[in-house]
């Protein structure tokens, strides 16, 4: 690689990111917030982490409640996250956006996005800042998602977020199956072309 950046201050170069939603209700306000910044840390209890800098209102919301949603998007509704990422809560009401757009989760007082192709509900189990932001751990106890948007496992088109206000989508039809016993055989042939030269 050609390039190196030391101590770089803001680093993209491991983008892209799907789109998550946090959504959350702190007794009458609901607001939500896009975030690209998360990862699944735990299967087993099934953990799942948000990183949200203090700045933001939704931290303030998760100072008042102990419960959260995590909505994921097609790609279609990338205006949405756009509204959810560009906005706050403290200037615009984002809980009314479109008509009829959530609906309260099924276990949590969390508002899920109509729209999403998936949600988690996450009760938040602990909260650990970590330089200028906040990684907020919830457990999942209930996940709801569109059945026939995940053939196989995988999302149509879920959108995803590339930086520099830019979305985009993973182009499943390219996607390749490749195992455990792939990985061996074609390490056997790497090496054997190796020895060869
Ligand atoms: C696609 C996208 C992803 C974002 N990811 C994060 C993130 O992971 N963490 C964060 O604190 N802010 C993130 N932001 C910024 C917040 O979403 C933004 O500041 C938002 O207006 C905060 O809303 P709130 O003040 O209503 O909570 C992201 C913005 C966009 C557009």
């Known amino acids: 690689m050609k390039k190196f ?21 702190a007794g009458d306000t609901v607001n939500f917030m896009s975030a690209a910044w998360h990862t699944q840390l735990s299967f087993d209890p099934p953990l799942y982490g948000v990183a949200v800098s203090p700045k933001r209102f939704t931290a303030t919301l998760l100072g008042k409640t102990s419960e959260f949603s995590l909505n994921f998007l097609d790609f279609n509704d990338y205006q949405l996250a756009g509204i959810f990422g560009r906005l706050s809560g403290r200037e615009v009401d984002k809980s009314r956006v479109a008509e009829g757009e959530w609906v309260l989760g099924k276990i949590l007082r969390v508002p899920i996005l109509e729209r999403a192709i998936s949600a988690y509900e996450c009760k938040l189990v602990q909260s650990v800042p970590f330089g200028d932001h906040i990684l907020y751990v919830g457990e999942i106890v209930g996940v709801h998602y569109v059945e026939e948007y995940f053939q196989g496992g995988i999302g149509k088109s879920t959108l995803l977020y590339a930086g520099n206000d830019r979305y985009s989508f993973a182009d499943v039809s390219k996607t390749i199956c490749f195992t455990k016993e792939d990985a061996l055989e074609t390490l056997r042939r790497l090496r054997s072309g190796s020895e060869e030269q």
């Not at 950046?5 to 209700?25: D, I």
């Open 5 to 25: 950046l030391e101590k770089p201050s803001k680093f993209y170069f491991h983008y892209p990111f799907p789109v998550a939603v946090v959504g959350v209700k």
